[in-house]
């Protein structure tokens, strides 16, 4: 017994503690972390040039690659486009001119001495000076012309105009290497003011060789007037005083050459997303090794983890939200224990995990040629409505509207947030729910895997059209794996609905249509152990049928609750009002409190032969809560007669409970009552059923018992005039045929009461007993073997 409670509190906790609640929504948060970002949990393989890939790789997004061999080709272009950089010395004359100025008038004071010997020493002592500032190394030869000369100015001023013209045209050290630029020309700059031109036009600058030769053409003119000896003087001078004032700029030019080098952006083109990138069992290229690291790259820049990190956030909010939308509604019984929470929870994980099993499913199937289909087509025959369409047939169409929301945004992350995804899987989901709210037969899973494959056409289309991809062939395989999509939802959701019914103990309309069969073996039992039982339960369901439709209540489950609510009496019939036929009230030899135990021990065993024929928890749950806490009021003032008031504990006499918690029990109590209750009309007249009714009703009402189920006033309202509808039929006028006196005694001689459960007040009658053979001789009679 211990053991028995501590179980029976273990499971209570289980099934109410917001705990449990919370750690299912992190389970399934975590979930669809491992799913959304594998790489959380899985090290992605790392490749080496030739490796054998073991998986396929697609691009889970657009991503850009960098093409090298484009990005090398626009690098030599930026390099050769940088022109090859000359230093121009613009003032090389002006400075050579001041040099031999310098130099000649170093040496030609002398000439004022009046002593030749003192002169001449003199001048030869100012050779060294003269070399120095005119640069150059002077021969004796030619020091001894100059001195002959008086070191006249006119020769210095002839040597710097024949060197300026030269100079002035160019003069380059090495032509051979300047003539390679020919064609893109160079970039002359002037040294000091560093101003810049291009010249393209290589060969007007002399070499150092020619503008030596050049001297020769361009004295001419100049040396008029001079001697032989005087003009080849000024010619060697100025062949020797000749230096390049164009020179190559090595450094500057690579450094330009860098700059551009630099300025020059990288290549890339586009990798589209689903795109493959590697197929398992290929070798590894370098063009894919470029594009496996361009995808890490990609990864780390964007940090996927804090991505995956927000993805996880937005499902965690989406589900949080969904779950307080709904759960705060007060009317709503459906997620207020853990049991409905976690089977949301499980079918949550399923249709999450469902995408990537379809996935290895689509490539496992070998299309090549042609005719092949498009990766990106794949998605449409995901039977992902399948689970919209369970949540709908076990928790109804509400709560499956807000879930198709959660797993279309989920698998929309899923394939990196693409909107057209979500609203394809959004909207398949909502009208699969819808088509599969009322399902009360099998086919119905036929015909609404059916018509979701003719929506799943229509969507797909709609996407093609969005995305601008509506290619012949590629609208064919969208629409072939949009129907496999929809029919395979149906094919799913029939399957797995009775392995669901099983693990979580739900009992759908279909189950109950089953169940409402009258020739199954625990019903056939109660007709023939307990027919009056049996009779009023038949009535009491159609009364709360007929009363369940019109308040909106389930019909199929109120029916079957009134057929099964009261099979506990099968333990004890002949101890209930309705069975006793021709024999004792067996009450009128029991003390009143055992009367009420026995009464009240029809619930109890009722819940065990349910349990034992697994008639479903709906039905358990009626059987348990169809009398509340109501008081057994006959016994209880009999006892009081007995006893006394104050000896009498009211407790005693009251249904343990609990009170209806749905309205379909509400409705099967206010049946049970009011059925037994207008057996006890001796002229059922309308307006006696109708004034019955209506008293029973409310005093059940006022009395709490229907706190619970959610029946409002206007409920109570239509119940009553269902009710009322009902029983005129039942007790409509019949013509009267004439009777035996026999009959009218044994007719005027019937004791009633109010209520079926309750026997018969005042003095009980001595019925003869019947042995076994004359009752089966009466059940022969009447055609029941």
Known sequence: MKIDKTKSALLTYLNTSSLVRWALLGVVTAVFGVILYPNIVVTPPVYELGDVAGRDIKAPSDFLVEDRNATEEKRQQAAASVLTVYDYNSSLPVKIRQNIRQAFQQVRPVFDEADATSRHERVWALQPEFEAALGIPVSDGAYTILEKQQFSPEIGEAIARILSEILEQGVVANKEVLLRESGRGITLRTVGTNAEQTVWNLDRFYGLDKARTMVRMVDRPLLNGLSYTLANLVIDLSQRLIQPNITLNRRETEERKKNALAEVKPTFYKIKAGEMLLREGERVTDLQLLKLKALRLRNRAEKSYARGGGALMMILILLLTT???????????????????????????????????????????????????????????????????????????????????????????????????FVYFFLSSIMGAYWMRHCRERKVFVSAGLKLACLNILLATAVDIYIGDFSGR???????????????????????????????????????????????????????EAPGTYHHSIVVGSMVEAAAAEIGANPILGRVCGYYHDIGKIKKPLYFIENQSNCENRHDHLAPSMSGLILISHVKEGVEIARQHKLGPEIIDAIRQHHGTS???????????????????????????????????????????????????????????????????????????????????????????????????????????????????????KEKHGRTDHPAAGKTRDFPRLHSKDRTDNIRRIGVS
Not at 635 to 657: M, N, Q, S, T, W
């Open 323 to 421: 779950y307080f939308l709904h759960v705060r509604q007060e009317r709503k019984a459906v997620l207020r224990n853990n049991k409905d929470v976690l089977f949301i929870v499980t079918i949550l994980m399923l249709f999450f995990f469902l995408p990537g099993v379809c996935e290895i499913l689509f490539k496992s199937i070998n299309l090549s040629g042609p005719l092949s289909p498009v990766d990106t087509a794949m998605f449409f025959g995901i039977p992902l409505a399948a689970g919209a369409m369970t949540v709908s047939l076990f928790m109804g169409f509400e709560l499956a509207v807000l879930f198709s929301v959660v797993i279309g945004a989920g698998t929309a992350l899923i394939f990196q947030g693409r909107f057209e995804i």
């Open 474 to 528: 590629k609208l064919a395989w969208d629409w072939a794996f949009a129907v496999m999509g929809g029919i395979g939802a149906g094919i799913i959701t029939a399957g797995i609905v009775p392995l669901l019914e099983l693990a979580f103990g739900y009992t759908t309309d279909i189950t109950l249509l089953e169940l409402s069969n009258l020739e199954r073996p625990i019903l056939r039992r109660l007709m023939m």
């Open 631 to 749: 008081l057994i009021r006959y016994f209880y003032e009999k006892a009081k007669k007995l006893k006394g008031e104050d000896a009498v504990k009211i407790d005693d006499y009251r249904y343990p409970g609990p009170r209806p918690q749905n309205r379909e029990v509400g409705l099967v109590m206010l049946a049970d009552v009011v059925e037994a209750a207008s057996r006890t009309l001796e002229n059922p007249t309308p307006s006696r059923i109708q004034g019955l009714v209506h008293s029973l009703i409310t005093k059940i009402f006022t009395d709490g018992q229907l706190d619970n189920c959610e029946l409002t006033l206007k409920d109570l309202h239509k119940i009553e005039a269902s009710f009322n509808k009902i029983l005129y039929g039942i007790h409509h006028h019949r013509v009267e045929y004439p009777e035996s006196p026999q009959n009218e005694k044994d007719r005027s001689g």
